[in-house]
């Protein structure tokens, strides 16, 4: 027989069994607890180290149940994510690295856990910005900054674009980016728009690609306020929103003239070393200098000509603006240095590819555009002045050649030819160089660094040339007179061998052509046939001492001889930009000359209403205090435009027929005039309608006394005729130079209310 044993208990009975002996249990002392929970701290450390990982978890769990507060606890959530990591359970692993960070957000190591489990679960982004808190907590963690690069490189290029579009958003949420105000493109439309830029950019490129390093770049150290704008700029323009992309590149550009105008501030007050350093701290980003922020400015007028540019035929499509907006890529570039050497060696390998995109662009824009057009531009970029406001950049006036041109003055320069008969090529040694550099700047008045030698050439006897021939280019900015001193120190003349101006002419609607002089161009003067006239010259001529003094004494005649005086050359050449006159802009100042349309005293620049007629019946003439109108008598009316040829020098004029060389007009001017902003009109009839030139005086002596305006007024047009007595005229003072003129009304005023004033005029 089988006798029946006890009966087992159920899993459910058993299972409330243990727990309720549990809660039965009585509570232990909380420093037993902690010691017991070290104990198993200690053994899953253990089990960890002999991969055991299942046994080191449970160890874990059991040490956080028995821990009596939050002092370790977080460690203990870390060491367990380890070892959900180690055995491959990554949710797990999240879960409890997500736990530590919670319990202690400025501790390392637990988003070290969060990055780790996150880049397993091939949550990449995520894990990117894990591993960034956690190098951010401790930077000094190499390793870590190596997972971080590691991490960055493993996102794909929608994941990269999502992350630098993520920093934009981070900015505008702090206030510091302006949130889009003219148009906006959609999330995926700029995601798209930035994924096609980073796969331009990374084609032939080494990989990872510059994309990838920026952006780590930018989780680093940040990105400033400027290059936020400038990317911005460049996201709206891929996504065709070209309002909103000039919008931001204007504002970036805003931001960095800003900080260029602080930096030079910095640098006046407590000099370049010390402003060198500060600059470093600014909102460019860690360790910014001068230089970066003007290849970061250059970069935010090239995302701006891009807006400009926008796309054929669409309707934001603005090449003038382009066009401006490159060439401010050159002149911010062309800064950096103070030479074309220094221009050409000192900038970076990326500004070089950048000047060679800007120069092809601007040239497509410019085929757009037409050459007055162009004039116009880099005639208002010369107005606006440099960066940081200190003057005007101009080719060929670096910013270390002491001209010290301000925005809205002329700049000018002396071409020298200096020859030595006794001279040969090897005699030219940089000593001789640096004597005949030096002898000229001080002739000059000028800095050393603005006089530079361009070419030497050598004696050649078949040719007809014994002389060792220098050529030099001396900067004097915008002090005519001092340029005419020098010109004078060479030639013995107080206009030397000046440049001439040549004018062009073509037809144009109903037979009417004009010419303009070209600012720049030379040519020498025509000699005067008279031999009394040619004697005058040889006598004016300083002797070859006397130059030789002036060029640089005894040290350069010792190394190069006595200079040639009859073979020397000075020519002033005008580089400032010049703008013509448009169409219309005549057009309104016949009328206005006419009396056929009202203009605002402050504006009236019509010509004194009475003429003066030469008795050889070649010209009538009349004049304002800063304009001559001469109408040419002796033109044909029948003439074909492209016949007639009119040169403007500085201080002559003629006007003669190309075909058969007869001349109508021509004499030496009582004064010097501005070639540049002058200009003829021929339109087949008779006066006024006929060939008339209009002249801009130069006015040296009115900008040197301005008190003294009578001086301004000529007495007759050629130097061969008569004077005209003061007063058979109406003076016409609406043109004076605006400097002048505000104290010229400030004297009426006094006279007017019967006073007197020091500044009263004659």
């Not at 058993?14 to 727990?19: D, K, L, M, T, Y």
């Not at 006046?268 to 460019?284: K, L, M, N």
């Not at 001068?290 to 807006?307: D, F, K, N, P, T």
């Not at 800063?626 to 007639?644: D, F, M, T």
Request: proline share 5%; hydrophobic share 40%; charged share 25%.
């Amino acid at each position: 027989m089988q006798v029946a044993g006890p009966e087992l208990p159920s899993l459910e009975d058993v299972v409330r069994q243990h727990f309720g002996a549990r809660r039965e249990a009585p509570v232990q002392d909380p420093a037993l607890r902690r010691l017991k929970a070290d104990h198993l701290k200690a053994r899953g450390d253990e089990a960890i180290k002999d991969g055991n990982y299942r046994l080191a978890w449970e160890r874990y769990s059991e040490a956080i149940e028995l821990c009596p507060g939050k002092e370790g606890l977080h460690t203990l959530h870390s060491n367990r994510s380890l070892a959900y990591y180690k055995a491959q359970r990554y949710s797990h692993a999240l879960a409890d690295a997500d736990a530590a960070a919670a319990l202690a957000p400025r501790w390392p190591k637990a988003h070290w856990r969060r990055a780790a489990a996150l880049l397993a679960l091939k949550r990449t982004p995520e894990a990117v910005l894990a591993y960034r808190e956690a190098w951010r907590l401790d930077r000094k963690d190499a390793e870590c900054a190596a997972r971080l690069w590691a991490a960055v490189q493993r996102l794909t290029r929608e994941q990269l674009a999502h992350g630098v579009l993520s920093l934009l958003g981070e900015l505008q949420a702090e206030g510091q980016l302006e949130a889009p105000q003219e148009e906006e493109a959609t999330e995926g439309e700029k995601t798209e728009a930035l994924f096609r830029r980073i796969k331009a950019a990374h084609k032939d490129a080494p990989r990872p690609g510059p994309w990838y390093r920026r952006y780590l770049i930018w989780l680093q150290e940040g990105i400033s306020p400027a290059q936020a704008y400038t990317e911005r700029s460049a996201v709206h323009a891929e996504a065709k929103c070209y309002l909103q992309a000039r919008a931001d590149a204007r504002a970036a550009i805003a931001l960095l003239l800003a900080e260029l105008r602080a930096a030079a501030e910095e640098q006046q007050q407590a000099g370049a070393g010390t402003a060198e350093q500060r600059a470093g701290s600014g909102s460019c980003g860690r360790g910014s200098s001068a230089a970066e922020r003007r290849s970061q400015l250059a970069l935010a007028y090239e995302r701006l000509a891009q807006a400009c540019m926008a796309e054929p035929d669409h309707p934001d499509r603005d090449c003038r603006g382009a066009a401006k907006a490159f060439m401010r890529v050159l002149e911010t570039l062309d800064d950096r240095g103070s030479g074309p050497s220094a221009f050409s060696s000192g900038i970076s390998s990326g500004d070089q590819g950048l000047l060679a995109s800007v120069r092809q662009a601007l040239e497509q824009a410019s085929q757009e555009l037409t050459v007055r057009q162009l004039d116009e531009i880099q005639l208002e970029i010369y107005h606006e002045g440099s960066p940081e406001g200190a003057g005007a950049t101009l080719t060929g006036l670096g910013a270390g050649a002491g001209a010290g041109v301000a925005p809205g003055q002329r700049a000018f320069r002396v071409l020298l030819r200096l020859a030595f008969p006794s001279a040969k090529a090897a005699d030219c040694s940089s000593r001789a160089r640096e004597l005949l550099r030096a002898g000229v700047a001080a002739a000059g008045g000028v800095d050393a660094l603005g006089v530079t030698i361009e070419r030497i050439a050598a004696p050649n006897a078949a040719r007809g040339q014994p002389h060792l021939i220098v050529h030099m280019a001396v900067l004097v900015g915008p002090d005519l007179l001092k340029a005419a001193s020098l010109a004078q120190a060479v030639t013995g003349s107080s206009t030397g061998s000046t440049g001439s101006s040549g004018s062009s002419s073509g037809s144009g609607a109903g037979g009417d052509s004009s010419g303009v002089s070209g600012g720049g161009s030379k040519g020498s003067r025509e000699p005067a046939p008279a031999d009394a006239a040619t004697a005058e010259t040889a006598a004016a001529l300083p002797t070859a001492e006397q130059l030789a003094e002036a060029l640089g004494g005894q040290p350069l005649v010792a190394a190069l001889g006595l200079p040639d005086p009859a073979h020397c050359t000075a020519e002033i050449e005008d580089i400032t930009p010049a703008c013509a006159a448009s169409e219309a802009e005549r057009a309104q100042q016949e009328a206005i000359n006419r009396g056929d349309a009202n203009v605002a005293p402050k504006d009236d620049r019509r010509l004194a209403h009475v003429w003066a007629e030469l008795a050889d019946g070649s010209c009538r003439w009349r004049q304002t205090g800063g304009e001559v109108k001469i109408l040419a008598l002796r033109v044909p009316q029948q003439l074909p435009s492209k016949q007639l040829a009119v040169d403007m020098e500085p201080y002559s004029i003629k006007v003669w027929n190309r075909a058969s060389g007869e001349v109508y007009l021509e004499g030496e001017l009582e004064r010097g005039v501005v070639p540049e902003d002058c200009f003829w009109t021929h339109c087949g009839g008779e006066g006024e309608d006929g060939c008339a030139l209009y002249l801009r005086k130069m006015n040296l002596e009115l900008l040197q006394k301005h008190w003294e305006h009578n001086q301004m007024w000529w007495p007759r047009l050629f130097r061969c005729h008569g004077e005209i007595a003061w007063d058979d005229y109406e003076k016409d003072y609406s043109d004076l130079p605006e400097e002048v003129l505000a104290r010229h009304r400030w004297a009426s005023l006094l006279s007017n209310a019967g006073l007197h004033s020091a500044w009263a005029l004659d």
